[in-house]
């Protein structure tokens, strides 16, 4: 499987991004997915993840409220829209896929992963 990330950039505080993660996979609608990020010198965070049928949804405490998660099964991608950024929202973000139905929030339990797309908050 082949994940893209895309629709990162530079965005002032307050300010709003989607993040997407194209799939190569037809079988895309069968897995679970999530985003994570990293921040230059700490580990993968989990930020949001989402069941196979897009039924189900569950978001870390530090951006419930901002972020939403989803998917189009039909067009095999994966979105994060982030609303009301933070400069601590600036990280690499990426997306990974399960090989279960049920989303998690621990990066371990995840087999596969994109390349990562930047986003940089500023004051």
């Known amino acids: 499987v082949q994940l893209q990330a895309s629709g990162g950039g530079s965005v002032q505080a307050g300010g709003s991004l989607r993040l997407s993660c194209a799939a190569s996979e037809r079988g895309f609608s069968m897995f679970a997915m999530g985003w994570f990020r990293q921040a230059p010198g700490k580990e993968r965070e989990f930020v949001a993840t989402?069941?196979?049928?897009?039924?189900?949804?569950y978001v870390a405490d530090s951006v419930k409220g901002r972020f939403t998660i989803s998917r189009d099964n039909a067009k095999n991608t994966l979105y994060l829209q982030m609303n009301s950024l933070k400069p601590e929202d600036t990280a690499v973000y990426y997306c990974g896929t399960r090989t279960s139905t049920t989303g998690s929030s621990r990066a371990w339990e995840y087999a596969y992963w994109g390349q990562g797309t930047q986003v940089t908050v500023s004051s």
């Open positions: 989402i069941t196979s049928s897009g039924g189900s949804t």
